[in-house]
């Protein structure tokens, strides 16, 4: 029996991705040799599906089922569980039990990358996106992360990202390939990703790694945490960004215009907050202390 091919129209980011890729193994164990993926994603983007069985990118007139997958901004359960289910809803099957990882397969010569530094690490990621800045946490508070747990740091960093000047870690800023990325997460000697809310984050869930992550409230936990994630947050109230919409939406929830028809619902502002703290960063951001992912790191072990 030939099997039926779903496309999916995905324009978001990596960490999007990944979770994708949970959603899409969910698919396959439920309905073993039933089913194909056809990916159209942001460019640049497709390692992330690289040697996953099945599954293949780009654009498709020959696909059996079709749609855009998005954020469901009703929803309250996990990302990947949504992803799950609007897929489910694509192919008109029962929802089964969702993976509580991404998937990600490394080829044989990757897996036999060399580590980038000696000894265990951490990998650090304390960049973050131009139009995310309520994902920004204090670059002083990174530094006292690094200094005052004298752990191993290897810092990665998207190239169109901001990056604050960081002393005492490798860095690896705009240096690695999204593919030497996962390698590096994947590494034995790899101890876990100490980050904000971001792609890294994903990629270090799906292989298991200790996670330690600077969130605060833009972002529902239950959207995004993983079982045994240092998920720091305050519990400010205020929930402005949310509430602003900064997530995309279903496209019968988006405003006249433009952005209606548009294929990317991801079209509406994601760097402002009216709460701010010191430094102009979100109050829900600068509230978390150094203190307290260094306690985090310490409880997730191997300090």
């Known amino acids: 029996m030939s ?5 999916i129209h995905f324009p978001y980011g990596i960490g999007d991705m990944v979770m994708l890729t949970g959603s899409m193994r969910s698919i396959f164990d439920a309905y073993p040799n039933e089913y194909s993926f056809c990916i159209n994603c942001t ?13 293949r990118t780009g654009m498709s007139d020959s696909s059996d089922f079709g749609g855009q997958i998005f954020y469901d901004s009703r929803a309250t359960t996990h990302v990947i569980e949504i992803y799950l289910r609007q897929i489910c809803d694509l192919i008109r099957r029962p929802v089964p039990p969702a993976h509580a990882r991404g998937w990600l397969i490394l080829s044989d010569e990757e897996t036999e990358l060399p580590a980038p530094v000696a000894g ?16 920004a946490w204090p670059a002083e508070n990174w530094q006292r992360v690094v200094d005052e747990t004298r752990a191993t740091f290897v810092r990665i960093g998207g190239k169109s990202d901001l990056h604050p000047q960081i002393n005492g870690v490798r860095d690896l800023v705009k240096r ?37 992550t600077v969130a605060g409230d833009r972002t529902l936990a239950s959207w995004i945490r993983y079982p045994d994630h240092h998920w720091l947050a305050t519990g400010l109230p205020c929930g402005w ?5 900064t997530f995309p939406m279903p496209p019968d929830e988006l405003p006249p215009g433009p952005s209606r028809n548009a294929i990317n619902v991801l079209t509406l502002p994601i760097a402002m907050c009216d709460n701010h703290g010191p430094g102009r960063f979100a109050k829900c951001m ?9 306690e985090a790191m310490a409880n997730a072990g191997k300090l």
């Open 120 to 135: 265990q690490y951490w990998v650090m990621n304390c960049s973050h996106r131009n139009d995310a800045t309520t994902k």
């Open 3 to 7: 099997k039926k091919e779903i496309w």
């Open 176 to 212: 690695t390939t999204l593919r030497e990325l996962i390698a590096i997460v994947r590494h034995p000697n790899c101890i876990g990703v100490v980050s904000g809310d971001t792609g890294v984050m994903h990629i270090g869930a799906a292989f298991e790694k200790r996670l330690v």
């Open 43 to 55: 460019p640049g983007r497709e390692a992330v599906f690289e040697n996953l069985p099945d599954v």
């Open 241 to 245: 960004c949310n509430k602003s919409r």
């Open 286 to 294: 600068s509230d978390i202390t150094a203190e307290m992912v260094i």
